[in-house]
């Protein structure tokens, strides 16, 4: 079984910064992608960015030059580093990761945690 456990959101100031991990564990072979997605109230759930295993990344337009993507293949983690937050990035944010067990890649998401940016 594949678990993966999101951390690091809250309550922030419209200027301010976050930074959120996810961990997976589990029976991992290895892993391919990793990224993260949020849905804000009524909206659909989106990408925010992305990572490769090698470490090419990709950004939603609305983040770029404020969110960072990275990883740490040795602790199977994936990270955001965000930044100059706005009250638009309010949303529950998901963590995701393509993960191969024995025989096949499934995609396996996070819990979610709730981002809050205050005015």
């Known amino acids: 079984q594949v678990q993966l456990v999101e951390s690091g959101g809250g309550l922030v100031q419209a200027g301010g910064s976050l930074r959120l991990s996810c961990a997976a564990s589990g029976s991992i072979f290895s892993i391919n992608g990793m990224g993260w997605y949020r849905q804000a109230p009524g909206k659909q759930r989106e990408l925010v960015a992305a990572i490769t295993s090698g470490g090419s990344t990709k950004y939603a337009d609305s983040v770029k030059g404020r969110f960072t993507i990275s990883r740490d293949n040795d602790k199977n983690t994936v990270y955001l580093q965000m930044s100059s937050l706005k009250p638009e990035d309010t949303a529950v944010y998901y963590c995701?990761?393509?993960?191969?067990?024995?025989?096949?890649?499934?995609?396996?998401w996070g819990q979610g945690t709730q981002v809050t940016v205050s005015s």
């Open positions: 995701n990761a393509d993960i191969k067990t024995a025989t096949v890649v499934v995609r396996y």
